[in-house]
T-cell receptor, first 115, second 110 residues
Framework: KAGVTQTPRYLIKTRGQQVTLSCSPISGHRSVSWYQQTPGQGLQFLFEYFSETQRNKGNFPGRFSGRQFSNSRSEMNVSTLELGDSALYLC??????????????FGEGSRLTVL | SQQGEEDPQALSIQEGENATMNCSYKTSINNLQWYRQNSGRGLVHLILIRSNEREKHSGRLRVTLDTSKKSSSLLITASRAADTASYFCATGAAGNKLTFGGGTRVLVKP
């Protein structure tokens, strides 16, 4: 069974640009969550999607957005990039809705560098 | 701010020794999970303990939960070089997101 796949793994952008990251969950998993990891702030929750609906959202500005497709694949977008957006963006999928009830399966992450 | 806070932030031990790290949290939880992250990689789930459980074992891992003190501990027995990683606790509460602590960096020296 394939794990969670995130693309791209590495990318470099400049300030003001926008970026789209993709996440394919484990087959059969309908819940996808996104996290931002930085040395200073640690792991910060961005949002969670289940059946194409955003169920939960973290405290991030509106520049951060996401969506989920009917096949459960998810994308997140960051517009008007800032230097502080440089981070490892992690996607996690879970079998049941509401990640609090079960374990999360993480992808390897997309490392974004903003210059 | 983070719900869970790990202590210590960093730990260095010799291979074969035990490693203990603690997690404290602030609000009521449904469960508490521990994850491991190797440098720059994704997180791997280690163990989940529910709020009505006090202790749980999985291989060389032992987790305790004290809901009265709002704290948990993770013990890794007979550590190996491959246990070198960062360890995170994550707390889940009904209707809320799973919230991760700042992590404990563990270095196991051969």
């Amino acid at each position: 069974k394939a794990g969670v796949t995130q693309t791209p793994r590495y990318l470099i952008k400049t300030r003001g640009q926008q970026v789209t990251l993709s996440c394919s969950p484990i087959s059969g998993h309908r819940s996808v969550s996104w996290y931002q990891q930085t040395p200073g702030q640690g792991l910060q929750f961005l949002f969670e999607y289940f059946s194409e609906t955003q169920r939960n959202k973290g405290n991030f500005p509106g520049r951060f957005s996401g969506r989920q497709f009917s096949n459960s694949r998810s994308e997140m977008n960051v517009s008007t990039l800032e230097l502080g957006d440089s981070a490892l963006y992690l996607c996690a999928s879970s079998l049941v809705p509401g990640q609090v009830t079960g374990e999360l399966f993480f992808g390897e992450g997309s490392r974004l560098t903003v210059l | 701010s983070q719900q869970g806070e790990e202590d210590p932030q960093a730990l260095s031990i010799q291979e074969g020794e035990n490693a203990t790290m603690n997690c404290s949290y602030k609000t009521s939880i449904n469960n508490l999970q521990w994850y491991r992250q190797n440098s720059g990689r994704g997180l791997v789930h280690l163990i989940l303990i529910r709020s009505n459980e006090r202790e749980k074992h999985s291989g060389r891992l032992r987790v305790t939960l004290d809901t009265s003190k709002k704290s948990s501990s993770l013990l890794i027995t007979a550590s190996r070089a491959a246990d070198t990683a960062s360890y995170f606790c994550a707390t889940g509460a009904a209707g809320n997101k799973l919230t991760f602590g700042g992590g404990t960096r563990v270095l196991v020296k051969p």
